[in-house]
């Protein structure tokens, strides 16, 4: 059974970055698509993007543009993500989420992370 | 971008059905994925590719997609149902991945 657990919470300046970790056990890491979410207070669930071993490389949603680096260390089973010049409004809960493609080719999300609360603040 | 609306309530008394919708344009082409969220906790998927259901997931929870609209059918409803629910689908032209905006479902 696949576990993800991520980093612990984190304050935030504002200007600055930050980077949760999400440690994979369980399954092969190697072969499976690690997402990044997050929910800011009382909001819903946003996607930031993803990284995928198949294709070696992450995508993110376009309002995260230069602002969101995602990575994976498949030595460690570890997967990054990375936000810069952090504002308010990216407080949030992040969540990073184990990704899988069935039959129907449409990809979902069938294991979570415990999420990680990061604190922009001044 | 694809879009995704959702309602943002749904109240049901206990032992009645619950459905939640989940619109988007010509959604029925696409594959729809349910997920449901208690307070404090990650999102656990309910329902899969439209209508299948995760090992685990009771009988009760069904779902359904047609046209513009996608619908997640809760049965027999119980007050640990009580949660908010989000539909996600995948935009093969961008690889991107979208949720709906959510609903709570309140148990009367």
């Known amino acids: 059974q696949v576990q993800l657990v991520q980093s612990g919470a984190e304050v935030k300046t504002p200007g600055s970055s930050v980077k949760v970790s999400c440690k994979a056990s369980?399954?092969?890491?190697?072969?499976?698509?690690i997402n990044w979410v997050r929910q800011a207070p009382g909001q819903g669930l946003e996607w930031m993007g993803g990284?995928?071993?198949?294709?070696?490389?992450?995508i993110h949603a376009q309002r995260f543009q230069g602002r969101v680096t995602i990575t994976a260390d498949y030595f460690t089973g570890t997967a990054y993500m990375e936000l810069s010049s952090l504002r308010s409004e990216d407080t949030a809960v992040y969540y990073c989420?184990?990704?899988?493609?069935?039959?129907?080719?449409?990809?979902?999300?069938?294991?979570w992370g415990q999420g990680t609360l990061v604190t922009v603040s001044s | 971008s694809f879009v995704l609306t959702q309602p943002p309530s749904v109240s049901v008394a206990p032992g009645k059905t619950a459905r939640i919708t989940c619109g988007g344009n010509?959604?029925?082409?696409?594959?729809v994925h349910w997920y449901q969220q208690r307070p404090g906790q990650a999102p656990l998927v309910v329902i899969y590719?439209?209508?299948d259901r995760p090992s685990g997931i009771p009988e009760r929870f069904s779902g359904s997609n047609s046209g513009n609209t996608a619908t997640l059918t809760i049965s027999r409803v119980e007050a640990g149902d009580e949660a908010d629910y989000y539909c996600q689908v995948w935009d093969s032209s961008s690889d991107h991945r979208m949720f709906g905006g959510g609903t709570k479902l309140t148990v009367l």
């Open positions: 989420a184990k990704e899988t493609v069935g039959a129907g080719a449409a990809p979902y999300f069938d294991h």
């Open positions: 369980g399954g092969s890491f190697s072969r499976y698509a």
């Open positions: 590719y439209d209508s």
């Open positions: 010509n959604i029925g082409s696409k594959s």
């Open positions: 990284i995928n071993p198949i294709f070696g490389k992450g």
